[in-house]
């Protein structure tokens, strides 16, 4: 029922900005939270950015001060604005839509009901 669609992932350089986006069905989307992870080749899916039902905003300790993500309610869609790209940034990138959990960020990604397809984003030195 629920399918994300992102974008926005692609090659830049070390230092470079990148916005990815993520589209979700409307479903009261304002009262979900959304979940960034990463995934780099041989590593496990990791947290990056999460926004909750009032949007109040969760980071990674690797991403902190780099990262800003948002939402617009309006258009179902969320953003994460991803400044000073570093090449241990590389990965790929997914959205994901927690159901259930009143609207909270959660770090796992088992905590997680929906996911996107995925974004490349690769940071080079």
């Known amino acids: 029922q629920v399918q994300l669609v992102e974008s926005g992932g692609g090659l830049v350089q070390a230092g470079g900005s990148l916005r990815l986006s993520c589209v979700a069905p409307?479903?009261?989307?304002?009262?979900?939270?959304m979940g960034w992870f990463r995934q780099a080749p041989g590593k496990e899916r990791e947290f990056v950015a999460g926004?909750?039902?009032?949007?109040?905003?969760y980071y990674a300790d690797s991403v902190k001060g780099r990262f800003t993500i948002s939402r617009d309610n309006a258009k179902n869609t969320v953003y994460p604005q991803m400044n000073s790209l570093k090449p241990e940034d590389t990965a790929v990138y997914y959205c994901?839509?927690?159901?259930?959990?009143?609207?909270?960020?959660?770090?796992?990604?088992?905590?997680?009901?929906?996911w996107g397809q995925g974004t490349q984003v690769t940071v080079s030195s």
């Open positions: 994901a839509l927690r159901f259930i959990g009143r609207g909270v960020v959660a770090l796992k990604p088992a905590e997680y009901d929906y």
């Open positions: 409307g479903r009261t989307f304002s009262s979900y939270a």
């Open positions: 926004i909750n039902w009032s949007s109040s905003t």
